[in-house]
């Protein structure tokens, strides 16, 4: 559970400035005024500062097959897709732990409970 809950690090602001820029050189763009373009960069960067970090990643992948640069919505949509996926496992991790914490017999420990005894 620890593994799943830290895989929600999201890729720090340099990681996902080069994602940003990546999917920029391999997508068209329709003509728009360089300071909008710096916006659009600067906000998707943001947004994505709190998205979890292969979220992230597969996001910016799926949009890379694309011919057009990828309005947030669409970003989104890709974000979901993998979300989705994690709160499945979680919901089912969480739901099998507490089968196993409540089915214990008293006096029973866990491998990671014996382990951290032992030191």
Known sequence: ???LKSSTTPLSQVEITKGLMKLRALTATRNEQAGMVEIQLDTYAEELGACAADCTAYALKQAGKEKWWPTWSELLAHLNEVDQVRKILTR??????????????????????????EG
């Not at 089912?92 to 005894?117: C, W, Y």
């Open 1 to 3: 559970m620890d593994i």
């Open 92 to 117: 089912e991790m969480e739901k099998q732990l507490s089968i196993v914490n409540t089915d214990r017999e008293p006096g029973m420990h866990s491998f990671g409970e014996l382990m951290k005894a």
